[in-house]
């Protein structure tokens, strides 16, 4: 199956990436996974997306087109995948139809996830990720086993320095402000589906399964 998530920033799309690519065996790709590890190992890119990062910013176009476009045209492409943080903007998702259909694969589902703002906002506060292998943990609604500690790896849990209240606000705006066009490129295509995100881990994930089974 060949799948975009999306939904703002602490909707939980990450996690619930993570737990859909694992059930419809789905390769699971997220372009902030992608560039906190090329910051992690201080690369080219890593150097040059880690400002905009920081500061709750979107990446350039250009450069998370260029990530793609190079992942999608490798011999070993995924022919089954979930998209998580990509397209982010009505540009991205067109220059992203471009790079399927060279690749001779089309999209099957865009399922969006709905959350307030002010959800959002509480959610952020209390999410973690694992320093190591990016598993994400919120410390009320999915807390480590052993606090700070990620469950699977061992590695030391986290804040984003993008997490932090001052940005998560500037990474709001941005949501709203370039959502509204990609929306309306999928909903052209009859691709979109609706999920609410408010619900718990399970219950979110039940939605997107239903989503995705029918
Ligand atoms: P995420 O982990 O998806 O919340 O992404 C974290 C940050 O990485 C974002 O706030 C952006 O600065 C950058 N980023 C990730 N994906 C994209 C994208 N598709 N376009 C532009 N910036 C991105």
Redesign the pocket.
Known sequence: MRVILLGP?GSG??TQAKLLGQRFAMTHI????I??ESIRQGTPLGKE?QG??DS????P?AL?NDIIAERFGRPDRPGSFLM??????LN?AEAFDGVLRRAGLKLDVVLALQAPDWEIIRRISGRRICLKDQTPYHILYNPPKTPDVCDLCGGPLSQRD?DRAETVTS?LKQYHATLGGMLAFYERQHLLREVNGLGTIPEVFAACVEQLEH
Request: aromatic share 8%.
């Open positions: 920033p799309k990450g997220s372009t902030g996974d560039l906190r997306a905009y990062m709750g910013r979107l990446v176009d998370v998580d943080g990509y397209p982010r903007t991205q993008d990474r």
